[in-house]
């Protein structure tokens, strides 16, 4: 049971969720567990109850390694440009041909490794030399060469990379005699040139084509239109955007993410936030918290619970007494009620207590249930036996006094569980189940009381496949 005054008011006892060791407290770390405990005591107090809790929509992007290969693939040549010619310190004319296999790209933490197998061919002549040389377009030199892209945010949402030459290493040397010159030394540089370099630049430049700024706002309209359900639509109300570092997972360049929303299950039909994505935002690389929560106002009227109750205090009166009337009312987080009796035990008795919350099955009850100040001051002068009826009176009344919830709570169940599975916006799919729930706040006002619950749990938006 969850008391609901305690729990609007900030009184009464509150669990401790964070403990720390004696040792870990001694001395020059009791500084530190203080900071601690101050910031998470105002953290969790900034959230008022009527207010809608902060909460995340993960978003997840796999960008296949496939694509960014096919734009390395078209801007890069495979024969380097052509033949290159190159005289020597030493009078000779060197000829370097050559041609790269397919690229193979490989994701390693946050950085992409690209690597290629260079077949090439060296010949020299000259000085009286006839042609020279090792390898041929049939039988090739072999190299392998590579380079490495570390993956990052840019300040508009975007990726950027910085790429670094691992190097060339040759399978064998090259030196003819004559003329006794290492041709593989002196054509290094050059086929570094030509196939190397422009692998580096190219590796630079292919975080660009990864269109995570396209998604991310795509991701933000989609929430900012809402999302249509069975019984009304989900408004999701997004903040704003954190962003994960860049990584890679298997064969893909993983972008992941959270957008901070407040979402509340709204009635009628939908119709969306004018919120904008904040694209003059600089990109936030932050920890974000990983469940989604939505606020559910749910109200109820008091003439089911009145009739509960009468039939219940009706049922156990002893003969000769009669049950004339039974008022309940709400007030804030508590509930008032009045039961007329004539007959032997005549008068009027009035009640308060407490509404709490109970969840299985959902449901409000009187929690603390007493006699007030003036019915308690008149039961003092009947008789015994007529106060041990009214005492019996009162906690059949404080079993009875109950305001169901179950059949509006099982509907939120029902869009916000299993079935959260909704397309939104162009090419995009929310995936989630928020089984778990909690009491935000209960109000009453008269013969109606609601309740304010959070259903919580894991969300993430992707871009729709038809087959997972």
């Not at 010619?85 to 690209?114: K, N």
């Not at 002549?125 to 090739?140: F, N, T, W």
């Amino acid at each position: 049971m969850i008391d609901a005054h305690c729990a609007a008011n900030g009184t009464g006892p509150t669990p401790s969720r964070f403990r720390f060791r004696r040792t870990l407290c001694s001395s020059r770390w009791s500084t530190l567990c203080l900071f601690l405990a101050i910031t998470i005591g105002t953290g969790v107090a900034r959230t008022q109850a009527n207010e809608t809790p902060q909460s995340w929509v993960r978003f997840e992007l796999d960008v296949p390694l496939a694509l960014l290969n096919e734009v390395l693939e078209h801007r890069l040549p495979r024969d380097g440009g052509g033949t290159r010619h190159v005289t020597l310190a030493e009078g000779f004319d060197l000829e370097i041909g050559g041609e790269r296999d397919p690229f193979r790209l490989a994701g390693r933490r946050d950085s992409l490794v690209v690597r290629t197998r260079l077949r090439h061919w060296l010949d020299v002549q000259g000085k009286g030399l006839q042609r020279v040389g090792c390898g041929s377009v049939g039988a090739p030199l072999t190299a392998e060469l590579a380079c490495t892209a570390r993956f990052g945010w840019n300040d508009a949402w975007g990726l950027e990379a910085i790429a670094s030459a691992q190097g060339m290493v040759f399978a064998r040397r090259c030196k003819p005699d004559p003329p006794r010159i290492n041709l593989t030394k002196r054509a290094g540089p050059v086929l570094e040139e030509m196939f190397l370099d422009p692998v580096v630049v190219a590796a630079t430049d292919v975080a660009a084509s990864v269109q995570s700024r396209e998604f991310i706002a795509a991701v933000w309209d989609a929430l900012a239109g809402g999302a249509l359900l069975a019984d009304g639509w989900l408004d999701f109300a997004p903040e704003a955007v954190f962003v994960d570092p860049v990584s890679f997972s298997g064969s893909a360049v993983a972008i992941r993410g959270a957008i901070q929303v407040r979402p509340e299950l709204r009635a009628g039909p939908a119709k969306g936030t004018a919120t904008s994505f904040p694209a003059g935002t600089p990109t936030r690389v932050r920890l974000s918290g990983r469940d989604l929560g939505v606020a559910v106002q749910i109200e109820a009227g008091l003439a089911n619970a009145r009739d509960r109750l009468h039939a219940a205090v009706d049922s156990a009166l002893a003969i000769g007494t009669q049950l004339e009337k039974v008022t309940l009312r709400a007030s804030e987080q508590a509930l008032e009620i009045g039961i007329d009796l004539a007959g032997d035990l005549a008068g009027s008795f009035a009640m308060t207590a407490a509404l709490a919350y109970e969840d299985l099955p959902p449901a409000l009850v009187a929690w603390n249930l007493a006699w007030t100040e003036t019915t308690r001051t008149a039961i003092a002068r009947l008789e015994p036996a007529q106060q041990e009826r009214l005492a019996a009176l009162l906690t059949i009344v404080g079993r009875a006094a109950r305001i169901d919830f179950e059949e509006p709570v099982a509907r939120a169940n029902r869009d916000l569980g299993a079935n959260l599975r909704r397309r939104l916006g162009d090419g995009l799919v929310l995936d989630g189940a928020l089984h778990a729930r909690r009491l935000l706040a209960i109000q009453g006002t008269g013969d109606h009381v609601s309740v304010r619950l959070v259903f919580s749990g894991p969300a993430v938006i992707r871009p729709f496949a038809a087959k997972p």
